[in-house]
């Protein structure tokens, strides 16, 4: 964000206004009814020399006072550019820095990857392990039903299924704990 720099005096005040004023349009038309009315001034008796005299002096301090007071104008505009360049190598640091963490972020995703590859990799393993209990299971106790057999079945592979669930979980939660 551009700072403004603010006048530090009356006198500042009153420069910057009087050439924020030079620049305008009534500013043209005031100088030309001055320099207008002292042509003028010759038909009313005001000798010709003397008029130019007085023209060409008031002129010369108007020149002298608008040098000094561009001077001025110059002098805040480079000290508004020298804020704007520090504002600008601050937000450079910042682009840095957010570039930075975008990288960290990077890493930490392909960490999380790994992380759910393996978890994927138990999951497989477990269904094995299911698949494996289902052939083990799969004889019926004596004087056991296809049904009870059929329950029987689903209750042990239900309970094993639970056993290996929650040794997921607390590996999902030593990975949580990691990070």
């Known amino acids: 964000m551009v700072k403004q720099v603010r006048p ?4 500042e005040r009153l420069a910057i206004g009087f050439t924020n004023w030079v620049g305008s349009i009534s500013s043209l038309v005031a100088h030309t009814l001055l320099f207008a009315l002292c042509f003028i001034a010759v038909f009313f008796g005001v000798p010709f020399e003397q008029m130019l ?9 108007e020149a002298i006072y608008l ?3 561009i001077q001025m104008t110059v002098n805040r505009n480079t000290q508004s550019l020298e804020e704007v360049e520090e504002d600008i ?5 910042d682009i840095d820095e957010v570039q930075e963490d975008v990288g960290e972020i990077a890493e930490d995703v392909e960490e999380v990857q790994k992380d759910v590859d393996e978890i994927q990799a138990d999951i497989d393993e ?6 494996e209990i289902q ?14 057999h059929s329950n029987r079945v689903h209750l042990e592979s239900l309970n ?8 997921l979980i607390e590996e999902i939660e030593k990975i949580k704990e990691q990070k």
Do not use: P, R
Request: aromatic content about 6%.
């Open 8 to 11: 530090e005096s009356k006198f």
């Open 53 to 61: 005299l007085v023209l060409t002096t008031v002129v010369s301090l």
């Open 67 to 69: 040098a000094i007071f």
């Open 89 to 93: 190598d601050e937000i450079q640091k």
């Open 126 to 131: 477990v269904q094995k392990d299911v698949d």
């Open 135 to 148: 052939e083990d299971v799969g004889t019926f106790a004596e004087g056991e039903t296809s049904e009870q």
């Open 160 to 167: 094993k299924i639970e056993v290996t669930l929650a040794k």
